[in-house]
Every structure is written in structure tokens, then in C-alpha cells.
């Protein structure tokens, strides 16, 4: 079993960037294959990226090129580094871990969330 938090969101203006980080406590935690998602003010939660165990990565289209997510197995951590901020990249951020490495698209793939880590961007 994993435990995740989320840290590094924040308020941060148009263009700026912040790093978010997953902290996950319990075994096994390379063995899982790691993902983000957020949840805007009145949307469904979406799919942003994955790493899985091999560290391969896979990004949604509105991410593409500048959001970057990355995993320290050593620290039992999964960054995402999200820049060139958009107004509609504001939402609640979580991060998930899932036992298999297919499907890091969809929600039903993720054993476990963290409680998520709020990013609102000003423009």
C-alpha cells in the first residue's frame, strides 16, 4: 500500500512555473508506474502525465512541451514540472500510483491518490 502527498502548488502568475512533488511512503514504490491529474472549478478530473516504472512518459495534448514529469526512486518521489503557465492550467493537482504500466491515461489504472495540491494561475 502507498501513501501519497502532494506539495508545490501555489499562486503564480501567467509564464511562471512551479515544481510539484509526490512524496510516497510505503514499499515498493519503483515498482509502480506514477501519474498526474487535476481537476479545474467545475470540470471533470483529466489526465495530465505518467511515468511508468521503465520511466517512459506520457503527456495529455495541452501539456505537451511544458510540463516535464520525472521520478526519484532513491527520494520515493514523482516531480511535475509544470512551465509557461496558463490560466486554464488553475486546478487541483494529484498524483496517483498504478501497479501496471498500460492505460496511464485513465483514471480506473491508479491504486492509490494523493489528496491533491492547488495551482491557480494569475493573469
Known amino acids: 500500500q502507498l501513501q501519497l502527498v502532494e506539495t508545490g502548488g501555489g499562486l503564480v502568475q501567467a509564464g511562471g512555473s512551479l515544481r510539484l512533488s509526490c512524496a510516497a511512503s510505503g514499499r515498493r514504490f519503483s515498482s509502480y508506474s506514477m501519474g498526474w491529474f487535476r481537476q479545474a472549478p467545475g470540470k471533470e478530473r483529466e489526465f495530465v502525465a505518467a511515468?511508468?516504472?521503465?520511466?517512459?512518459?506520457y503527456y495529455a495534448d495541452s501539456v505537451q512541451g511544458r510540463f516535464t514529469i520525472s521520478r526519484d526512486n532513491a527520494k520515493n518521489t514523482v516531480y511535475l514540472h509544470v512551465n509557461s503557465l496558463k490560466s486554464e492550467d488553475t486546478a487541483v493537482y494529484y498524483c496517483?500510483?498504478?501497479?501496471?504500466?498500460?492505460?496511464?491515461?485513465?483514471?480506473?489504472?491508479?491504486?492509490?491518490w494523493g489528496q491533491g495540491t492547488q495551482v491557480t494561475v494569475s493573469s
Open positions: 511515468i511508468t516504472n521503465m520511466e517512459r512518459t
Open positions: 496517483a500510483a498504478a501497479g501496471t504500466a498500460y492505460g496511464l491515461r485513465l483514471e480506473v489504472e491508479y491504486n492509490y
